[in-house]
């Protein structure tokens, strides 16, 4: 549901364009997104590995990337095991120049730039909204925030230069109703509802599609605080109509679906998947 805590300096890429280039990419198989290409932040475990195994199961040829080399490493080893094209690259969203390496391989072993899944984020902070330090609410925003924003104008040009693309943020349910103790954070994903907005007549005129996904509580580490309490999950499920928490493939295949033709007449929308949990501003 939520990020790792950036640390200064983490995230510089590791791996030359030749090493990337040796390493070799599977063919993609033919589905919706036959020959696309997509780059997906944050896509080593939980919701955004799910996602790009998602992409890559319909036929895209997937970037994936994280802070960590040995995440990246796990994580393109297992997808190539499963007949997937893929490859990766460590990308630490919030330092500009490895945001734009990120795109540079991209273009480098691809030729261009279909798809973008921004779904990197952090939460530093538990507990009263007040509480919290102007370098907490720096370092969210930040990432959570500005960073997307970046690397949405990153990809935007190239995407142009293909005729078009599709751009999904993954935000979380707690835009429309913050979580307790996580208000800096909820404010963020309220920013990114905010953004898509913003930016869906801008992109229109470009033929991009940007839209968000807000997830509610999905079972990952990253929102273990939230589900592996008891009393704290016997509470959120009386919220829920579907008598079950959520699991990172419940969001995938809603983003293909964003990414793909069957979603051309959709711009500027927000897709909750929360097992329908109040999500309304």
Same mark, same amino acid.
């Given at each position: 549901m939520w990020g790792r805590l950036a640390r200064p300096n983490a995230g510089i890429c590791r791996l030359p364009w030749g090493s990337l280039r040796a390493m070799g990419t599977v063919g993609a198989s033919r589905g919706a997104l036959a020959d696309k290409v997509a780059l997906v932040t944050a896509s080593t475990e939980g919701i955004g590995f799910a996602i790009a195994q998602r992409l890559a199961q319909d036929g895209a040829y997937v970037v994936l990337s994280s802070r960590k080399q040995r995440n990246v490493d796990r994580a393109v080893a297992e997808l190539r095991a499963q007949n997937l094209s893929v490859s990766g690259t460590v990308c630490h969203v919030g330092q500009a120049e490895d945001r734009e390496r990120l795109v540079a391989m991209a273009l480098e072993r691809h030729g261009g730039i279909d798809i973008l899944v921004s779904n990197a984020a952090v939460n530093p902070f538990f507990g009263n909204t007040l509480d919290a330090t102007e370098d907490v609410w720096n370092k969210i925003l930040q990432i959570n925030v500005t960073a997307t924003a970046m690397l949405i104008g990153l990809v935007v040009p190239h995407m142009e230069k293909r005729g078009g693309g599709s751009i999904v943020i993954v935000s979380s349910i707690a835009g429309?109703?913050?979580?307790?103790?996580?208000?800096?954070?909820?404010?963020?994903?309220?920013?990114?509802?905010?953004?898509?907005?913003?930016?869906?007549?801008?992109?229109?005129?470009?033929?991009?599609?940007?839209?968000?996904?807000?997830?509610?509580?999905?079972?990952?580490?990253?929102?273990?605080?939230?589900?592996? !309490? +008891?009393?704290?999950? +016997?509470?959120?499920?009386?919220?829920?109509?579907?008598?079950?928490?959520?699991?990172?493939? !419940?969001?995938?295949?809603?983003?293909?679906?964003?990414?793909?033709? !069957?979603?051309?007449?959709?711009?500027? +929308?927000?897709?909750?998947?929360?097992?329908?949990?109040?999500?309304?501003?």
């Open positions: 429309y109703s913050p979580f307790p103790a996580l208000g800096p954070y909820s404010v963020s994903k309220t920013a990114l509802l905010g953004l898509t907005k913003a930016l869906a007549p801008e992109l229109g005129a470009r033929n991009i599609r940007i839209n968000t996904l807000a997830p509610g509580i999905i079972q990952t580490k990253f929102s273990a605080a939230l589900w592996k !309490d +008891e009393a704290m999950k +016997e509470k959120m499920m009386e919220n829920l109509r579907v008598q079950r928490l959520g699991l990172p493939s !419940d969001c995938s295949g809603i983003i293909s679906f964003l990414c793909s033709p !069957d979603a051309s007449y959709i711009t500027g +929308e927000t897709v909750v998947v929360g097992g329908g949990a109040p999500s309304r501003l």
